[in-house]
């Protein structure tokens, strides 16, 4: 087949895929980031984003990649020399550690174990007399797929009086994230996942308590600094303390229209039942799935290699054959895993190529499998839930 | 006229207008940021931008609005209690001084007022006994349309030991940036002006004089750190600290290809031309200019209003009535000029465009001037210099 004909299909937990009038919209001319044609994008941006978080509190962006709202917590919340409780359980919950680290705060750091959940009592014990006013955790922890109960989490760190963060970069949008009813203090996410768009734009939503506190501990950072932006966000009509990157906004409210339009729950459900037909191809094959069985955990699949297989060959071969762009292990997982997202622009028939490409690679590297059997078993969690979500029965 | 043929003309001095070329690479399917196809479209980013900045640097990129880059300089160059020089002329260099001010830096403030030019022999005094190494100031200021003369600025940083860092985020790619022969330490700029792309990248051009000192003041940012974003892009392939923004360096890369394809040279003159046409057509109106007049100051042109005239309604009218959106005046300047960008993707008919929109608007808000006046100072630069440039003769 010739290269033209080997179509590109993106399943990576970040970039995603960027639906087709999202993608479109920043072909359009810029706008000057103070007339009244880009205002009404970046005020409708605004007030949708914080339905997504599912709380009153402003959502605060910039123009960064996700890591960058991740600082914007430490140096709001934290002060040199203070204790910081890092609660990890992969690659992106010790990033937190790193960045505690960074700004000189008192690091505690309880790690749970790549592919384990952080469990509410370690937590609850990690606090105790720890002094940390502030726990930093990770929704989904997109190295190994487990997603936290991180309600359980706000509990357990509310009881020792701390405040928690949590970084749901790759989850928002993927699995519910109910900030206000879970009384998580802050919570903070980028474009470029389960919200569809590309990267550069991350967000910070901070509950009043947590600005507050910003307003003590202020200084740690000008760009990143919370009071800046949420003044200039709440300005009538709102502004941008610095020059925003416009065509991520552009795109930013055709996805957050489409969000709309499906309905949140909906957008749940969908992942929901990705996930799930994921697993069960995966288990049909007997391959193991990394993190904990778990329903919730429906951002990305981590299977785990059979034995003899070459790691590194299964995501190479699988881009250089058939097009298919998954994300091998990171870190301590690396050349042991592969990890199929279903994050954001993703329906049925994107699970289905994904794990026909995974049995053509792996038969290819010489793993003996029944091939189909795994697309069969997702075809079936499919048609059981009649679908393709929201089709006609 | 129905409101679809007013048709729309960006004149701001960033967000600049985007080429369609570089527009419509956006709308193409989103990359994983570590495949090949993006690794490659990345890598000749990297190899392309040093060229613009006339160095052998590695030009740091990040997710960032320019502000981003501006703080990168300040918290990996300077530490807290330690005096630093900030020479401005006007908005953005004083948010040089804010910058330094929020990391804790003793700040000493040459102020230059706005519309006049640092003096390298008032930066020579200033400099005297400050004890500062660091000196920040600006190339192209955009809020009054004076461009520094950057080079002797470093020769009177240089004799006192001092780096100098620049601010080139409206500049680099309208006025010659010589960063390695003028000696500039560092030299930050953006992706929103004369480089054609919409907002969200930054960029910080360090010497590896710079680079070391920043090793000694690590700690001050995480996600600005120089060291881990320059160890990151050095690497074979070369790798983005943090997601990149996939999107803006497709859109980086077909910008780069048209400033390669057009030639340094070339596009310097372009804007040279733009600049004089520009002041012309003021001058035929005896229309007072702000800022020294100057043969360098191509970036923006900023016009001082008529007295009687309101200011604010000189944009507004524009952008309302006609579609021209100009910026009017920041700060201390607001309401008493307008400034017209000719800063990226400009031609000799954008100039023609927003002077006759001028000429219109002023008459309607009651101030006598010939039409047309000044479109045909325009059109004499224009012609004596054989343009629109590049075009046969």
Redesign the interface.
Known sequence: MTDAFIK?Y?M?A?????PPKV??V??????????PAFIEVYARCLERLPRVFQTSNDVLC???????AM?SA?VNLTRAGEPALVASCGKFGERWA??CD???AATRHLEAGWGSKVEPDALDRALSDSGARTVFTTLSETSTGVVNDVRALAVAAHAHDAMIVVDAVSALGAVPVRQDEWGLDVVVS?S?KALMC???LAFASASGEALARATEAA?G?????WQRTAAGQRKDPPDSA???????FMALDVALGMIEEEGLDRVHDRHRLLGRAAREAARAHDLELYGPEDDNANVVTAIALPDGIDGAQVPKRM?DRFGI?I?GGQGQLKGRIVRIAHCGYFGAFDVIVAIAGLEMTLRELGHDLEPGAGVAAAQRVFSEAGVPAGAPA
Chains 1, 2 share one sequence.
Do not use: N
């Open positions: 590109q993106l990576t970040g970039p995603t895929p960027v993608s479109q920043m072909a359009e001319p810029m706008l000057y980031h103070r007339a910039f123009a960064a990649s996700g890591t960058g600082e430490v790193e960045l960074a700004h000189g980028g470029q590309p990267p550069g200084g950072s000008y760009y990143f600094d610095f020059t925003p990157a416009v065509g991520l881009r762009t994300a």
